[in-house]
């Protein structure tokens, strides 16, 4: 049966009320709240410097809840402003692969036959290349350009998506409402765009929350290089290479972000589970 907004937005207050949502959920929302509004409400800034302040602890004094690093700029502002950054980038990066992957999918699904069969050659092919170094170079060609951090990390994650909405696509075109469409002379980009993408939303609402880790975990590997975030921006990876060269000193420096980073990557792979636990039909049966 094909799905209608107000269906799809009932099937999303439903899965609110489910424990396996709620309580990733939950930590999610406060991390996006500390991380909008920590900055805000902090008397200091992620870029003043102050020598005099370098490595001291966390402490109530003087607001500095997670100290400073070695330059004497204020951490708790610079973890926040990081997992902003962080954030905005996986969500973003995951959207630019959301519709690049759902579209080439869906296309690909419906056409069928050899057109299908060009299409997904298409994707092994691409799945052959080395992505990640290729997102180096690229970084590296255009100067590190934030922008391209986005197009890149995008460029990764959609294969997988593609794969995964063409699936979908094959068993959900041999439905009714889709035969019944072309019997009154729908056009098949309206078929695809109208008829099956809304019925595959379910699907791609869960995976599209465990391809937000990976792009996390892309992202923070290339601030950790040096290729990603730069100065005086920073992101949790970033946050995470700073804090190694001075574990020994300041541990502080290490454990806070990286901390941070576990609580996102874990949050986001328990949602995950719990939206495809409630959304699959077979496991709710058990």
Not at 94 to 121: K, P
Not at 208 to 236: C, K, W
Request: glycine share 8%; aromatic share 8%.
């Amino acid at each position: 049966m094909k799905s209608s907004p107000a269906a799809v937005a009932g099937e999303a207050l439903r899965l609110a009320s489910g424990g396996g949502v709620r309580v990733p959920a939950a930590i999610l929302l406060l991390l996006v709240a500390a991380a909008l509004l920590g900055p805000l409400l902090s008397p200091h800034d992620y870029f003043t410097m102050d020598l005099s302040g370098r490595l001291q602890p966390p402490a109530l004094e003087g607001a500095r809840l997670f100290g400073t690093d070695d330059l004497g700029r204020d951490l708790f502002v610079r973890s926040m402003s990081g997992a902003r950054v962080t954030l905005l980038v996986a969500v973003v990066a995951s959207l630019v692969s959301l519709v690049i992957g759902v579209t080439y999918g869906a296309l690909a699904g419906y056409a069928g036959g050899r057109i299908d069969a060009f299409m997904m050659r298409m994707v092994d092919a691409l799945y052959a290349l080395p992505f990640m170094f290729l997102v180096i170079l690229l970084m590296v060609a255009f100067e590190r350009n934030f922008l391209l951090i986005f197009v890149a990390i995008g460029a990764i994650n959609w294969l997988d998506m593609a794969r995964i909405v063409r699936g979908q696509t094959l068993a959900l075109k041999q439905r009714e409402f889709v035969s019944a469409a072309e019997l009154i002379g729908v056009t098949p980009a309206a078929i695809v765009f109208r008829h099956v993408v809304p019925n595959l939303l379910g699907v791609v609402v869960v995976y599209m929350t465990l391809t937000i880790p990976q792009a996390i975990l892309v992202e923070s590997f290339l601030s950790f290089l040096g290729l990603g975030v730069q100065e005086p921006q920073t992101s949790l990876g970033a946050l995470v290479n700073d804090g190694i060269a001075q574990m020994e000193r300041a541990p502080w420096m290490l454990l806070i972000p990286a901390t941070i980073l576990a609580l996102v990557l874990m949050s986001f792979n328990f949602l995950g589970d719990g939206l495809r636990d409630v959304l699959d039909p077979r496991l709710r049966e058990r």
